[in-house]
Each structure stands twice: as structure tokens, then as C-alpha cells.
């Protein structure tokens, strides 16, 4: 039998994401208009609201799924910051000017329950992460090399497995950490 898991990703932002492309957030959208000059383009009335998940909470998530040594049997995980902003606060955060445009058919609210991986994962997101967006926006989202300047502290932990061994789990934590940052 093969065991799984699968874990379920809210809006993923940070270093090195995508600033176009038919899967960009719009926090990649409201970037690269504000790095060409261009207004911050809202569809509908920009009330709705999504969670945003920082790419760092992401990788904490999938180290803790993957070193897990109990079986999982296919449980899902929402991975998610379990706060929402509406696209009008994400558009005010960066500044600049805003342009209502297309109605378009979306969902109203993302909203993640992180209960079940803080219970079986011991998983959190590491706080608001929104912080770093509200400082520098555009080249903070753009540049692939402010992976230091986003990156926010990890909770660091030692874990032990069924019968009290530690396991490597801040040992593969900084392995994926030096291999992100090589990317």
C-alpha cells in the first residue's frame, strides 16, 4: 500500500513567483503593473477576498508532511495563512493608483482552516505575513534574490518520533533552505 497525503495551498506568494502567466496571483499582477507604471487593475468591486500563504509556510508544511512517520491514509491539509484581505486592502497595502475594470465570475472568499495541520502536523503559518508586502512591494515581489529580506523565522523545534528519537527534521529543514536559496 502506498500511503498519501495531500496538502492544499492557498494563493502561494513570495521570491521568485510568477509576475505573469494564466496562474498569476494578484499580488504578481498589482507587481508587475506597479513596476511598469501602470494603475492597479481590480475586477468587479475588489471586496472579494483571498488567503494569501507565504512560499517559506509552504516549505515548513511540506518538510513536517514529509518526515512525518505515522501513515497518513490520504488526509488532506489545508495550507494556508487562515486570514483574508480583500484585493481593495492588497491594492492599498502597495499603493498607487487603482483601476476598476472587468466583471468577471470568481469565487467571493478563500479562507483556509489550518485546524487539522496545526493537530496532526503541529503546523502554523509563522504570523502576518503580509508585513514584508507592506514595506517594499513591487521589487520585493519581483527580485529573485531577497529571499533573506522575506524570509521569516521559522519555528524551530526539535522532533521526536513514537518513541521519543529525534529525527532529522532541523537537519532538512536548513538542506532545503540552502537548496532553495541556490535556486
Not at 36 to 45: F, M, V
Not at 68 to 81: A, Q
Not at 148 to 171: A, P, S
Amino acid at each position: 500500500n502506498l500511503d498519501t497525503v495531500s496538502l492544499r495551498y492557498f494563493n502561494v506568494y513570495g521570491e521568485r513567483m510568477n509576475l505573469e502567466g494564466a496562474y498569476c496571483l494578484v499580488l504578481g499582477i498589482f507587481a508587475k503593473q506597479m513596476l511598469e507604471g501602470k494603475p492597479l487593475t481590480i475586477n468587479n468591486d475588489g471586496e472579494q477576498r483571498r488567503d494569501f500563504t507565504y512560499v517559506g509556510d509552504v516549505v515548513n508544511a511540506n518538510i513536517l508532511a514529509a518526515t512525518r512517520l505515522e501513515p497518513f491514509n490520504g488526509d488532506v491539509f489545508n495550507i494556508g495563512n487562515g486570514k483574508n484581505y480583500s484585493v481593495n486592502e492588497i491594492a492599498d497595502m502597495l499603493g498607487g493608483e487603482k483601476q476598476y475594470g472587468n466583471k468577471v465570475i470568481e469565487p467571493f472568499e478563500t479562507l483556509a482552516d489550518n485546524s487539522k495541520a496545526d493537530l496532526i502536523l503541529n503546523w502554523k503559518p509563522t504570523g502576518d505575513n503580509m508585513k514584508p508586502i507592506k514595506k517594499k512591494p513591487a521589487k520585493r515581489l519581483s527580485n529573485p534574490k531577497i529571499s533573506k529580506l522575506l524570509q521569516l523565522k521559522w519555528r524551530i523545534e526539535e522532533r521526536r518520533d513514537k518513541y521519543g528519537r529525534t529525527n532529522n527534521y532541523n537537519r532538512d529543514r536548513q538542506l532545503v533552505l540552502k537548496w532553495i536559496n541556490n535556486c
